[in-house]
């Protein structure tokens, strides 16, 4: 254990992975932030990604920035995170762990936007996180806010703050704003920068204790260059070892103790670091479909515990301890896993596709309220054609469910991703659209879930509403896949309760 972070049953998993690591003085060499470590074609990359080893030290230099901006605006206690990728996950995920409200909005789905909207907006602090430019759906976002503090004038600029590289477009833009800009480490990208200005700021904003956060990463400092005592080294060799042996999949498990949504920013992290040699699903408890089973590295993760309080999974390796050694000790594991696996931790992810017009044609059929898109060779039917997504899954293939709908108003589409674990016996993963398009698409067959808008809302100043750029958003990622030559299922609800509800009995009676 350092820093109150406690690995457990990595050694069982790891210790031949860790004694190789060791021999070749990846500790060291890591914690000096050797770019050489992931090979020559790894190098140039690595020399401009590696600000994440001491990221919280920088991040102190926000602090009394943060201190003065949080006093001024104190009035405006409703924070908006609108941004795009592994930064924002950072985020939103360090906002939650903290237990401090902040609204994200990562999405062109009408609802969530107009909740956000009607949300207290002249209390409403609207943070931009990007590290270029806006896309078209934070433009969006920032748009409909415009319009919302129109009669405000120039006292609408105190509204917003920006987070972004210095010297970017958006840079530029916020300076037209009058906006508040928060520079960011230019040398940390996606969910590797969770300790830095676009992990810390809405939460700090939000009124969450980032410099306590801040003072448990760099009490683990210390440990990352030592061979033994090392926590972070004991979980990178075991999640390296674990794909060596086959074990794929990595099930991350809350187990009870707090920090619950980690999973998610963890997971964001593997898939990045391991190029697809290790899938990592978030699984809702110990007890779901996934959890366990062949292939499966079980980790457990969780806050600290104490007195009385134990480990509430049983886990291959169980990860325990205070949310800022997490979050520094999971990136170390993630670039050391990728030392094993010999992958590239920082190779940048496949291109998103430009948003469309959606491309036309008819369902292959209507139940209910559900239009199936089935693909090419798929029956047409609803059960069938999920039988045929579900049977065509290889040995190293795996499901993934997308829903562009509403996070919160058709959150119950979450519970999908357990019932067609149990029915596939395969591993499954679920998110909301838009997708982050991670290295593991080659290994995936799709489920793409959209619905019907029935109030929708205008992007001022375009041509465009967001239900049109949502759809658009879709069928770019349906674009993508088949260009991979990824089966593609799509599933439109024309009713989205009832739809919703139709899809889980199906997925419920659906075996493979």
Not at 24 to 50: F, K, S
Not at 395 to 424: F, K, N, Q
């Amino acid at each position: 254990m350092a820093a109150g972070l406690a690995v457990r049953g990595a050694d069982a998993v790891g210790a031949s992975a860790r004694a190789t690591l060791v021999s070749h003085d990846v500790p060291a060499r890591l914690a000096a932030a050797d770019p050489a470590l992931w090979g020559p074609a790894a190098e140039a990359a690595a020399l401009t990604r590696l600000g994440w080893l001491h990221a919280h030290r920088h991040s102190r230099d926000l602090l009394p920035q943060l201190a003065e901006l949080a006093a001024e605006l104190d009035d405006l206690d409703h924070v908006v995170l609108a941004g795009a990728g592994g930064d924002t996950l950072a985020a939103e995920v360090l906002a939650e762990c903290l237990g401090r409200p902040v609204t994200v909005l990562g999405t062109a789905d009408p609802g969530p936007v107009r909740a956000a909207l009607a949300d207290r907006p002249a209390r409403t602090l609207l943070v931009l996180a990007d590290r270029h430019g806006l896309d078209r759906t934070t433009d969006a976002h920032l748009r409909a806010y415009r319009r919302a503090w129109a009669g405000e004038g120039p006292d609408a600029a105190r509204h917003v703050v920006v987070v972004t590289e210095p010297g970017s477009e958006l840079a530029a833009r916020a300076d037209e704003l009058g906006a508040v800009v928060i520079p960011a480490e230019p040398d940390v990208a996606g969910p590797w920068a969770a300790l830095t200005a676009f992990g810390l700021v809405p939460a700090a904003l939000a009124g969450a204790p980032v410099a306590e956060v801040l003072d448990e990463a760099e009490a683990l400092t210390g440990a990352l260059d030592r061979d033994r005592d090392n926590p972070a080294l004991a979980l990178g060799a075991a999640l390296g070892a674990a794909a060596g042996a086959g074990r794929h999949t990595v099930a991350l498990v809350p187990d009870g103790t707090g920090l619950d949504g980690l999973g998610r920013w963890a997971g964001a992290l593997l898939a990045d670091a391991t190029g697809g040699r290790l899938l990592p699903v978030v699984v809702e408890s110990p007890d779901s479909p996934g959890a366990t089973g062949p292939g499966v590295l079980t980790v457990g993760l969780g806050g600290a515990l104490g007195a009385g309080v134990g480990p509430g999974v049983a886990a291959d390796v169980a990860v325990n301890g205070p949310l800022g050694a997490h979050l520094l000790a999971w990136a170390y594991a993630a670039a050391t896993a990728a030392v094993t696996l010999r992958t590239d931790p920082f190779a940048a992810p496949a291109a998103v596709p430009a948003d469309e017009a959606p491309e036309g044609g008819p369902p292959s059929s209507v139940e209910g309220a559900i239009e199936v898109y089935a693909p090419s060779g798929a029956p047409a039917d609803l059960a069938g054609a999920l039988r045929w997504l579900l049977d065509g899954l290889g040995e190293r293939e795996h499901l993934v469910v997308t829903a562009y709908l509403d996070r919160h108003a058709d959150a119950a589409v979450a519970g999908l991703r357990p019932l067609l674990a149990r029915a596939a016996g395969r591993p499954v993963t679920f998110g909301w659209g838009p997708r982050r398009t991670h290295h593991t698409d080659p290994h995936g067959r799709h489920l793409q879930i959209t619905g019907a808008v029935t109030d929708d809302l205008e992007v001022p100043g375009r041509p465009y509403t967001f239900a049109q750029l949502q759809a658009a958003q879709a069928a770019g990622d349906r674009r993508a896949l088949a260009g991979r030559e990824r089966p593609v299922l799509r599933l439109h609800l024309t009713e989205r309760a009832a739809g919703v509800a139709q899809i889980l009995d199906t997925a419920g009676r659906t075996r493979t």
